[in-house]
DNA sequence: CGGATTTGACCCGCGC
DNA sequence: GCGCGGGTCAAATCCG
C-alpha cells in the first residue's frame, strides 16, 4: 500500500460543519459527531428512486445521506480502500475530465453509503474519493483501528502528526 | 456456486 | 423537443 496522504480537503457539505476554517484532523472528530446526527437518514434503501431523490434533494440531499465529503489522497492506484468493502456499480467518464468515475457502493449490510473515486485532472496521481454518507456500522477492520478510540472509524487518513517526520 | 466486476442502457433535470 | 451530462441499475461475465 502506497503512501497516500490527505493533501487536500474539500468540503462539499457547508451545513454540518460550522467551523470552515477549522480543517485538521479535529474536523473529523468533531464531524463525528455531526455525523451521528446525520446519521438519521434511512429510507434510500429504495431501488430506482434513487434517481428520483437525487432531484428530490437537490437543495437538501445533503441531509439526505448525512455527509459529503471530498478527500484528495495522493494514490495511482485505486488504494482508496479505507477499511471498508466496496462495490463498484457504475463508471462515467466526466467532460470536465479525461479519466472516468467510478462509483462505488459500501457493500455492508445496512449500509447505503457511496463513494465516487475520480483521478484528478490537475495532479495525475492524485484521486479524489468523495464520500456520500457515513456508515451506520463498523468498519470490517475497525478492531484495527480498536486502538485508538479517541479516533473516529473514518478517520483513516486523519494522522497529519505522522508526517511531520517527513521534513 | 457465490460474489464481485464490467459495460451499456435508461432516466431525469437543465439548457438551448 | 432534443441533446447533454451525470448517476444508477441491471444482465452477463469472470474470478476466487
Known sequence: MPDFQLSDYLKLDEGIFDD????????????????????????????????????????????????????????????????????KYGKKSIKNSPNPRNYYKCSSGGCNVKKRIERDINDKGYVITTYDGVHNHDTPSMLYYNQMPLMAPNAWTMQPSSSSSST
Open 20 to 87: 470552515a476554517d477549522a480543517y485538521s484532523s479535529q474536523i473529523m472528530a468533531s464531524s463525528e459527531k455531526g455525523i451521528a446526527a446525520a446519521t438519521e437518514v434511512s429510507g434510500a434503501t429504495s431501488k430506482r428512486v434513487t434517481c428520483k431523490k437525487c432531484k428530490n434533494g437537490a437543495g437538501k440531499m445533503k441531509s439526505d445521506l448525512g455527509v459529503r465529503v471530498a478527500l484528495r489522497m495522493k494514490s495511482e492506484m485505486d488504494v482508496t480502500d479505507d477499511g471498508y468493502k466496496w462495490r
